[in-house]
């Protein structure tokens, strides 16, 4: 893996972006055309996501995603060695205001997203450009070197990368200034949680309820986040109120409403979400409740 990073990866990341986007290309060429790949994982996704669309209007959604995949992974590895002005140039935060006030009252927030648009781009951006302090919550990567260069990488410019213990004791420590605790809400639960179920692009889906736990054991607002694909290589993030007062709200409406904006995003402009990821293989029967 230390081969991998500074033969390839490590090069690759100095080059300019329109270099980066000739790779890209031919890229493209090779993850769809020549090796598929998981394009049966991805067929199946957007075919059971969007039964009513003909398969024409499917395999184009399938191709233009492989398109922007494409671009992901070659911006993902520019985050490794991108400049500020560079990030500011191509990563913009539409409406950070919405997050700016609590920040004024002391408040934490729980800021929840999913796999849509760049989220490495929104992770290296954000420290940048919110008041709050942004912490995203991750799990450990098994190869320990490309997990520090990982870490690196996302917390260049102002990210802190934690795991949900770490974030407690955070959010418990007097005077600690307030957070933005990041979470991706569209990832597989782990056999282990016990995930909040609802229909999500026409499938019963198991949805992680950290998000909303978190928001009614410390009582912070809840903010959604959806980063937009303004042009090739160029991105900007909205920001929506989920609500304000978690302990106000029936159990799981947090976790319905947030659910419900990112299928909006998805279905507003499907190409941009993660089809590659095997989102649906477990079912209710995993968590024994059928």
């Not at 009513?52 to 492989?66: A, G, N, S, W």
């Not at 959806?226 to 989920?242: A, C, M, N, P, S």
Request: net charge positive.
């Amino acid at each position: 893996m230390r081969l991998l990073f500074y033969l390839i990866i490590l090069p690759v990341s100095i080059v300019p972006f329109w270099f980066l986007y000739r790779l890209s290309d031919v890229m493209f060429v090779f993850m769809y055309h020549l090796i598929g790949y998981r394009k049966r994982v991805v067929r199946t996704n957007i075919q059971n996501s969007f039964p009513h669309f003909t398969k024409q209007q499917c395999r184009q959604i399938e191709r233009t995603f492989y398109d922007h995949f494409s671009d992901l992974i070659v911006e993902s590895i520019k985050a490794f060695t991108i400049s500020k002005s560079e990030v500011k140039k191509r990563f913009t935060h539409r409406n950070p205001e919405i997050l700016d006030k609590y920040f004024k009252r002391g408040q934490h927030v729980a800021l929840v997203g999913g796999h849509y648009g760049n989220w490495e781009l929104f992770a290296v951006s954000i420290g940048m450009d919110i008041l709050h302090q942004p912490v995203a919550l991750y799990t450990p990567l098994a190869n320990v070197f490309m997990n520090t260069k990982i870490l690196a990488s996302r917390s260049r410019y102002g990210l802190w990368m934690k795991n949900y213990n770490q974030v407690k004791q955070l959010v418990e420590t007097e005077g600690q200034k307030p957070l933005a605790v990041i979470f991706g809400s569209d990832q597989c639960p782990k056999r282990s949680q016990q995930p909040y179920w609802l229909e999500f692009l026409n499938q019963e889906t198991g949805v992680q309820f950290g998000t909303e736990k978190f928001a009614r054991d410390y009582n912070t607002p809840v903010i959604y986040g959806v980063i937009h694909r303004l042009k090739r290589g160029h991105y900007e993030t909205e920001y929506r109120l989920i609500c304000e007062q978690p302990d106000t709200m029936p159990h799981g409406r947090i976790t319905e409403l947030h659910t419900q904006h990112l299928e909006a995003d998805i279905k507003a402009s499907p190409p941009f979400w993660l089809w590659s990821h095997k989102r649906w293989k477990r079912k209710k029967k995993d968590f024994g409740l059928i």
